[in-house]
Every structure is written in structure tokens, then in C-alpha cells.
């Protein structure tokens, strides 16, 4: 082989008589780099999608849920949760009452969904106490004294004995509130009057805001002390949910069958995977479609190859049969612009990886390239380039190259000496 990369190598580095052979092959290197780093930069986004949006969900919301079947809720749930704390796999548990409501601050509202809460509890299964920007969620503690004052409409700032209240930073930006301001809770479950069903009111005071970067909870959820919620809900000492974090999230299914034989009869689990598996879905679903069509910028660069090595097996003619009657080989001829053809998809690839790596590394370094929240769920576009996923871009632009070597190195094999000379 040391013979033929030689000849091959030689042949790429001539001067040629015609120049548009010289073009075609500086296209053909060029077309391959971009299908190549086009690839790695499609990957990297959409291996960062997952990995961002994996990452922040798991962070945002517990790995486990455990509800009551065909019940208003989970009663006597301390002793519940004593036991199955002892559940092989579990790092945290936290109960929950969630709850329907309207939010509102003078003319401005919005729905959100109320989640009562023990925060201590709470940060041992999500992290969206920890994405504070404004305020603090210490006023959720049970036995908290601190009241600061609150933006009482008519009476300024004045030292309300308003409740505490969390919001997401969306919900707060669209009924215009900020830390210390009151707002007005209006829940469905009212109270049964001569009249029909009230709905109930009651004020609470913005102790926090905050911001986890998925648009889905920064503009619907919210939190208040259980014993609050349980209140409001008119629903004493009761849970919606118990909710678990597991030292191993891949075996959530699992793990969930065995909250769910420890809780007894009567009640059932959901995890991440089945909450989210729409989602992935279609981002693996995604994936695959964007690898099929970048790829055919490869192919367009195959073609590229097929017409440079053509032109050259026409352009070297002479020198070819001049060679075989030499006694170089059919065969030798045949490698000669296999490999060609390999060195031209080689040096495209190794481009096509330097620029789609360094790309994917700066777009995920200085995240420039900004996402609407409201539609993606996240608000800058990530980048998670793979080892792996070089390897497999390269496994498949130097095949494609190299099938499009084959016709014109089999007709470069198939010169006859005689017939190329007879007028020369």
C-alpha cells in the first residue's frame, strides 16, 4: 500500500492541466467539511436539548410521584411516609397539596397552580427553592416570624400579617408584583352559601420569586406552607402527593413499583420518564430526521469526489497506462484512487470536525444564540458535543466518500496500455 498512497498522494498534489479538476476537488474537501461540522453542530443542539432539558427537569420536579386512587387525597399520610422512607433507593420525599387558583394584583391575573409545602423537605426533592432571583423562601419555614412589609394597595408599605407566598418570576411579571407586594389568592374550593358556592379569597404576601428557566413552571407554579395550602383548600391535614428523589433516575419504573407495593393497596406512582416521555420522544424522533437530511449535504459532497476523480482518471490516462506497462497491477491502479478518494474525504472530515467541535464548544461556552422561554422551554440554545458522535459522522462520511470512489478507480483499473499509447 506504501506504493499506491504515494502515486495517490502525488497525483492530488500535481499541477494540473485542467484547473477545474484542481476546483472540483477544492469543492469536494469543502463539501465534506461543511456536511461534517453542519452534522456535529446538529448533534451537539440536539444532544444539548436533552441533556438541558433532562438536567432542569429533573432538577425542577421529583422523580416520583405517589397519589391515592379514587380518593380527595392522602389522609394520615405521617405514617405513610415514615415507611416508606425506608424504601431501598430513596434520597428524599416531601409531601405536597397542589391546588387551582387565580393570582391577582389590582386589575392584572393570571392562573397558577399552588403547591403547599415543608420547604425543608421540599429542597431534599426539587431545586426550585434554590433558583430564587428576589426575596427568599425562609418565610416558608413553619414558625417563621419574619413579616416584612407588604405593598398594602390604599395603605403603602405597611407591616401586613399576610402568609407567605413564592411565585414564578413569569406569573409575577404578568400581574406586575415584586418581593413585599400582596397579592390576592382566589381558590375555586369556596364555602357553600345561602347563594351557591363563594369562591374563597385571601391575601398573601410575595416573600420570593423565582426562576428556573422552564417556562412551564416559572409561569404556573407557585408556593405556600402546607398548613397554609391546606387552609385555603379548606382540605386539614391532607396531600395531594408524596413526592420522592432516588439515587438512580434511569431506574425510576422500578423504584416506582416499589413505593407503590410499600404504600399498600389504593395507591399508585408516576415518574419523570412517563410525565416527560412525549418530550423525548420527539427530541430522539428529531435527531434522527436531522442526521438523515444534514447527511445529504455529504452525499451532494460524494458526488463531488465521483466527478473530481473522473475528471483525474481522464486527465491521467497516459500516466496511467504508462505505469501498467510497468507492470503496475489493475488492482494497484484500482487502490490508487480509492485512496485518493480517501484522502480527499479524510482532510474534509478532520476540518469538518475542528470547525463543528470548535463551533459547538463557543455556542455552549458563550451562549449567543437566545431562545423564546415561551416556546422552547428554555431560553438559550445548548450545545453537547460527543466523542461518539465524531466517531459516527466519520464512520459515515469517509463510507459515503468511498463508495463514490468506485466507479471511477474500477475505470482507471480497466485502462488498457495499448489502447491509451497507440497515439502518443
Not at 420525599?93 to 415543608?118: E, N
Not at 395531594?240 to 404504600?263: L, M, T, Y
Amino acid at each position: 500500500m506504501r506504493f499506491e498512497f504515494y502515486v495517490a498522494a502525488r497525483y492530488l498534489r500535481a499541477k494540473r492541466r485542467q484547473a477545474v479538476v484542481g476546483v472540483v476537488t477544492a469543492i469536494s474537501i469543502a463539501g465534506v467539511a461543511a456536511g461534517v461540522a453542519a452534522l456535529i453542530i446538529a448533534l451537539a443542539i440536539t444532544n444539548g436539548m436533552r441533556r438541558d432539558l433532562e438536567g432542569r427537569l429533573l432538577g425542577a420536579s421529583s422523580n416520583i410521584d405517589l397519589m391515592r386512587v379514587e380518593s380527595d387525597g392522602i389522609h394520615d399520610w405521617r405514617p405513610l411516609l415514615a415507611r416508606l422512607r425506608s424504601v431501598p433507593h430513596v434520597l428524599g420525599d416531601a409531601p405536597g397539596l397542589y391546588g387551582q387558583v387565580l393570582v391577582s394584583r389590582g386589575p392584572r391575573a393570571s392562573f397558577a397552580l399552588i403547591k403547599g409545602i415543608i420547604p425543608a423537605e421540599e429542597r431534599t426533592v426539587t431545586n426550585l427553592l434554590g433558583s430564587m432571583v428576589s426575596g427568599s423562601a425562609a418565610d416558608l419555614n413553619p414558625g417563621s416570624t419574619n413579616r416584612a412589609a407588604a405593598l398594602v394597595p390604599g395603605q403603602g408599605n405597611v407591616t401586613a400579617p399576610y402568609p407567605p407566598l413564592v411565585l414564578g418570576k413569569d406569573i409575577a411579571d404578568q400581574i406586575g408584583a415584586q418581593t413585599g407586594d400582596s397579592v390576592l389568592i382566589t381558590s375555586p374550593q369556596g364555602e357553600l352559601t345561602p347563594l351557591g358556592l363563594a369562591p374563597r379569597y385571601q391575601r398573601f404576601r410575595v416573600a420570593g420569586i423565582f426562576h428556573s428557566g422552564i417556562y412551564q413552571y416559572d409561569a404556573a407554579m407557585a408556593f405556600m406552607r402546607l398548613t397554609d395550602a391546606q387552609r385555603l383548600f379548606s382540605e386539614p391535614d391532607l396531600l395531594s402527593v408524596i413526592s420522592f428523589k432516588i439515587d438512580d433516575v434511569d431506574r425510576a419504573p422500578q423504584i416506582a413499583r416499589e413505593i407503590e407495593n410499600a404504600a399498600g393497596r389504593g395507591y399508585m406512582t408516576t415518574n419523570w420518564m412517563e410525565q416527560n416521555r412525549e418530550l423525548f420522544r420527539a427530541l430522539k424522533l428529531e435527531q434522527v430526521v436531522t442526521f438523515i437530511v444534514i447527511a445529504l449535504i455529504v452525499i451532494v459532497a460524494a458526488l463531488n469526489i465521483l466527478i473530481a476523480l473522473t475528471m483525474m482518471v481522464m486527465e491521467k490516462t497516459r500516466d496511467i497506462a504508462v505505469l501498467m506497462s510497468y507492470g503496475v497491477q489493475p488492482a494497484q491502479v484500482r487502490r490508487i484512487f480509492l485512496l485518493q478518494g480517501l484522502l480527499i474525504s479524510a482532510v474534509g472530515t478532520a476540518l469538518g470536525l475542528i470547525l463543528g467541535y470548535f463551533a459547538s464548544w463557543a455556542g455552549g461556552h458563550y451562549h449567543f444564540i437566545h431562545l423564546s422561554a415561551e416556546v422552547y422551554s428554555i431560553d438559550t440554545l445548548p450545545f453537547a458535543p460527543r466523542p461518539l458522535d465524531g466517531l459516527i459522522v466519520s464512520a459515515v462520511s469517509i463510507g459515503i466518500s468511498l463508495l463514490a470512489t468506485l466507479y471511477p478507480s474500477s475505470s482507471a483499473a480497466h485502462i488498457l496500455p495499448a489502447e491509451a499509447l497507440r497515439y502518443e
